[in-house]
């Protein structure tokens, strides 16, 4: 499979520090037992969340104000 690289989601999330914390928030999902929303057999839970990202799975849901908040798409 493709390596996966921050340039493939920025064009998703374009702020990095948003991308990196909706990406740790979604690992923490994952590590709580959440399904993953892509198919990525043998990969770390990083690299799945990042899949994830890029494919458009997920992305931040902004609240006018409120903090941001990971946006699962099914």
Request: charged fraction near 35%; glycine fraction near 6%; aromatic fraction near 2%.
């Amino acid at each position: 499979m493709a390596r996966i690289t921050i340039e493939d989601c920025q064009k998703k999330v374009p702020n990095r520090f948003k991308l990196v914390n909706l990406v740790a928030k979604r690992v923490r999902q994952i590590r709580e037992g959440s399904d993953y929303l892509v198919s990525s057999p043998k990969n770390e839970d990083i690299v799945v969340a990042l899949r994830e990202v890029a494919a458009g799975r997920i992305g931040i849901k902004e609240n006018g104000g409120e903090e941001e908040q990971p946006l699962e798409q099914e």
